[in-house]
């Protein structure tokens, strides 16, 4: 269920070599929608399966009957719930570990929130229907199938220790365990951080506009911004455009828009911070471990993040690298954010330090292990 090319395949395959060098046999497979664009499609270690958005589910269950055997387990990124894919799981459910990135209930509302707000209104016994659900019953395909998805497998990974309560919360026998996304450590072309100068340069890695990402708080942080001897510049990878928006003197904002791994690896170490998600709170979380965040740790940025993360605890070895700011609709304050580099720069940490840390709490290798071990606790031959 993953587009080739993104942060999600980039981890797979990550995942993929580590399980191999530790001696499992691996296969990896994607079923994506046929109008994505493939530009990971030549990777040889995945198979792809294109289709219909509305046939996801047959092609799932063709892909296990296909390439499963009885006695192989699956580790099956959660797809949206449907009461097709309900009968999938249902029939293969004793071989799949369910992986869960978000608060699938919670993001499920929130998108079909936004969906109505872009819908005309219309006096109609659907659309008014439709707007009961979603404003006032809060109920969404995922709040009324997946608990009964969840009962069909045989446990689920999850990436923070806040999701395995909720899905515990949505089927209460779940058997789930909480561990965060991992990364590989990417290429860095110094081992101390970056001298400001006269510019500070920050990027922000996302995948869409989403409204848990706070680019809004971002902007508006810019936007009132002022500091006469540092210009900033940020770069927002992943965004084409940001609509009509005017910053004052000394504040570029450039909107790169999707960039494949290979650029993303190379422009990452020109950067002296990176902006991590600031508005998980709409989403009703307060805890994650982003990709996104970890591509750029892995790069030897320090990072500025609103919410908890799995892997970064206040007083562990990686807080030193990452400013923490309020989970809630402030702007962000950039002054603080420059302060907060200089300080690190006047300290006695270097980017050497960082990467060393990062690699000993985030490797990916180390999470290839314990999702190995929790297979194997459930039965499953893996």
């Known amino acids: 269920m993953v587009e080739p090319g993104s942060g999600v395949a980039k981890k797979t395959h990550a995942l993929v070599r580590a399980f191999r060098s530790q001696g499992q046999q691996v296969m ?20 792809l399966y ?35 894919m309900l009968e999938v799981v249902r029939t293969f459910g004793h071989q799949i570990v369910f992986e869960h990135n978000t608060d699938e209930e919670a993001e499920a509302l929130l998108l079909q929130r936004e969906h109505l707000e872009r819908m005309p209104f219309r006096l109609s016994w659907s659309y008014l229907h439709y707007w009961f659900r979603t404003q006032i019953l809060r109920r969404t395909v995922e709040s009324t199938i997946g608990p009964r998805m969840l009962q069909a497998v045989s446990g689920g990974v999850c990436m923070t220790e806040e999701l395995a309560e909720r899905e515990r919360f949505r089927y209460s026998n779940y058997i789930t365990k909480a561990i965060a996304n991992g990364c590989a ?10 001298p400001i ?88 979380m307060q805890e994650a471990c982003p990709l996104k965040v970890r591509q750029c740790m892995a790069a030897g940025l320090p990072m500025v993040l609103g919410y908890r993360d799995t892997d ?5 070895s990686l807080s030193p690298f990452v400013l923490q700011v309020a989970p809630d609709d402030a702007p962000l304050d950039w002054r603080s954010i420059i302060q907060f580099y200089e300080h690190l720069l006047a300290s006695t940490h270097t980017r050497e330090n960082m990467l060393r840390e990062v690699k000993n709490v985030m490797s990916v290798e180390s999470k290839a292990e314990a999702i190995a071990a929790f297979m194997k606790s459930l039965g499953l031959s893996f």
């Open 312 to 316: 970064i605890s206040p007083m562990g």
């Open 197 to 284: 100068n006269d510019s500070f340069r920050a990027v922000m890695l996302i995948g869409a506009p989403a409204p848990w990402h706070g680019l809004d708080r971002v902007f508006k942080g810019l936007q009132s911004f002022a500091h006469t001897n540092v210009a900033i510049r940020l770069d927002v990878i992943g965004v084409s455009d940001a609509g009509q928006m005017t910053f004052p003197a000394g504040v570029e904002v450039r909107f790169l828009g999707r960039l494949d791994d290979n650029a993303i690896e190379a422009l990452l170490p020109e950067y002296h911070i990176g902006i991590g998600t600031l508005a998980l709170h709409r989403k009703r």
């Open 185 to 194: 450590l990417g290429e860095h072309k110094s081992d101390f951080f970056l």
């Open 28 to 47: 990896v497979h994607a079923v994506v929608d046929e109008n994505q664009s493939h530009f990971g499609e030549a990777h040889g270690d995945i198979h």
């Open 50 to 84: 294109s289709c219909q958005r509305a046939e996801r589910a047959n092609a799932v269950r063709q892909l296990i009957q296909s390439h499963v055997g009885p006695g192989d387990a699956i580790l099956f990124r959660y797809p949206w719930a449907s009461a097709e």
